[in-house]
Each structure stands twice: as structure tokens, then as C-alpha cells.
């Protein structure tokens, strides 16, 4: 069952629709559920509601697995989605791999981390049967890079990190320092890969990769946990995204769910 409801996001001065998952008989018991947070809102459960009619499908997914998890999904302005996925405004790396020394966006990352954060999360957990301390954050792409910004700067909030392909090359400059200076104790499980073949060019690629193994290697030396997968031949789009979404929720074997 998906429900819809909008929240209001004061950073950024603007509503936003938020989409949930729960799962069948989630009415009919007691039971608390861990919860996966989710980017790009449009594009996790159904095709035929996603931008360019793809999705990870997950509402099809879900019910077939039969897993006990609730899915919050976030959708997302596609005109101010580069702007608020990235943190920062896109520095010079950016600028440099994508041959466009004039191109701008980003900056309005920190207040879409907020709303997640001190809104969104807090009246998930009180108007559903949740498990506040085994939240999930996830995201693809630049949803990946505000999904691994938010959890480095509120480790203790969002338990289990799982990104998908992100596009660190944005804010690649400020990300890798944050890591660098973040303690990541709190953080449980942290999963993250990244395709050969993420973009339309050669240097593309290469840069997409590259950007994925210094990030990891940053983390790895603080979360000897963490797992980084190399995708050969994975392409930045939904059809092979598809293929690891059992990765979103690997970790749930590892969660109790007690009933209340």
C-alpha cells in the first residue's frame, strides 16, 4: 500500500510530496518496521509514475519479497533536484569534467539535509510503528551524494547508508573532506558501488569510477565494514540500478522487529 502526504520543507520555503510504503497487515498488527529512506520519490515504486517512465519498481518488489519494511520515498522538483542534492555549489573538478567553465548549480544541499533530518524523520516516527534506530538513508546519483552528505553529518540519525552510483564529482572537493573530518562510528552498514560504464563518454566513465574508489577509500579506513562493489559494465540507469536493490535491504536480516 503507498500513501501520499506533503510536508513543508522551511529551508526551502516550498512543500514537498512524500510517498510511503507499508507493508501487507502493517494495519493489523502491532509490529514496529525499520524504515528506508529514499531520493528521487517518483522513481522508486512504479514505472508509470516516474520521471522518463523509470523506476526501481520496489512497490512490485516488496510485495512479492514479503519483506516487514516501510519505504519513505521523497520526491523531488526535477528543476531544483541538482540544486538541492548538492550541498555545495559545484566547484572546479565539476566544472573541469564536464568542459563548461560557467556552469552553476547546488548550494541548497543543507536545507533539504534539515527538512530530512528534523522533519521529516521525526513525524515518520510518530505517525507510523517504526524502528527509530535502525533508519535507513538511500539514494541514486546525486541523490546519492545528499544521501551520503546528510549521514555524515548526522551519523547517529541515520543508522544504514546505501548508495547507488553517486555522482560524487559535483561537490567531489568538499565531500571528501567531510568524510575525512566525520566520526562514523554510529554507522551500522554502509554499502555503496559504482558501474564501469557510468556516462556517455570515456573520460565520463572513468571520472565516475575514479570518484567512487577515493571516496571509499576515505571511508573504509573509518568503517572497516563498509562495502564498495565495482559493477562491471553498469550503466547509470534504472535497468541496472534495478539489479541491486536487494542491497537496500540486505542489512534488515540483522533487525529485529518487535511489536509493541
Not at 510485495?63 to 526535477?78: C, D, F, P
Not at 568538499?174 to 566520526?183: G, K, Q, S, V
Not at 565495482?230 to 536480516?253: A, N, Q, T, V
Request: hydrophobic content about 35%; charged content about 25%; some cysteine.
Amino acid at each position: 500500500m503507498i500513501e501520499v502526504f506533503q510536508l513543508h520543507i522551511p529551508g526551502l520555503d516550498r512543500g514537498q510530496a512524500i510517498r510511503v510504503y507499508v507493508p501487507e497487515g502493517y494495519y493489523e498488527t502491532n509490529q514496529r518496521y525499520p524504515v528506508v529512506y529514499m531520493q528521487d520519490g517518483k522513481n522508486v515504486f512504479a514505472a508509470d509514475e516516474a520521471n522518463d517512465g523509470q523506476s526501481l519498481e520496489l512497490e512490485e518488489y516488496l510485495q512479492k519479497a514479503g519483506l516487514g519494511v516501510i519505504v519513505v520515498a521523497v520526491e523531488q522538483n526535477s528543476e531544483e533536484r541538482r540544486n538541492e542534492y548538492c550541498p555545495w555549489p559545484n566547484g572546479e573538478y565539476s566544472k573541469k569534467l564536464l568542459e563548461d567553465e560557467h556552469v552553476s548549480f547546488g548550494g541548497k544541499g543543507h536545507g533539504y539535509s534539515e527538512f530530512l533530518v528534523h522533519a521529516l524523520k521525526p513525524y515518520i516516527d510518530r505517525t507510523y510503528r517504526t524502528l527509530p534506530d535502525s533508519a535507513t538513508l538511500a539514494g541514486i546519483s546525486l541523490g546519492g551524494l545528499i544521501t551520503v552528505y546528510t549521514a555524515l553529518r548526522y551519523p547517529w540519525t541515520f543508522r544504514n547508508v546505501v548508495i547507488f552510483s553517486s555522482a560524487f564529482y559535483a561537490n567531489r572537493e568538499e565531500i571528501e573532506n567531510l568524510a575525512a573530518a566525520a566520526d562514523l562510528s554510529a554507522i551500522a552498514n554502509f554499502y555503496m558501488d559504482c558501474g564501469t560504464a557510468e556516462g556517455p563518454s570515456p573520460h565520463i566513465q572513468k571520472a565516475f569510477l575514479e570518484n567512487s574508489r577515493s571516496f571509499f577509500a576515505i571511508i573504509k579506513k573509518k568503517m572497516p565494514h563498509a562495502r564498495f562493489k565495482e559493477i562491471e559494465g553498469g550503466e547509470h540507469h534504472y535497468d541496472h540500478f534495478k539489479k541491486r536493490r536487494e542491497e537496500l535491504f540486505s542489512h534488515l536480516g540483522r533487525i529485529a522487529m518487535p511489536e509493541i
